[in-house]
């Protein structure tokens, strides 16, 4: 994914997180969560994750899980 696409699939999340809080603010509430899981990333970055993998609860680079004594296994993808 390019950095165009990448930016157009973000636009077309927030158009659709637009949206739905017009209806419901559960989605919003479910969107806060995620960036406070994710404190220490930018907005574009959390939406990125959320949109990739809603349900992640810790996310860290190759380096970072290193340090902590956690391995990445060999072939996996990143999000």
């Not at 959390?46 to 970072?64: N, R």
Request: glycine content about 4%.
């Amino acid at each position: 994914m390019n950095a165009t696409e990448a930016q157009s699939r973000i636009f077309k999340a927030l158009d659709s997180l637009a949206e739905q809080l017009e209806h419901s603010s559960e989605v919003l509430e479910t969107f806060l969560k995620t960036i406070g899981k994710f404190h220490r990333y930018s907005f574009w970055n959390c939406i990125l994750i959320e949109m990739q993998k809603p349900e992640a609860t810790h996310v860290a680079g190759f380096y970072t899980w290193k340090s902590l004594d956690r391995y990445v296994r060999a072939g996996s993808k990143a999000i």
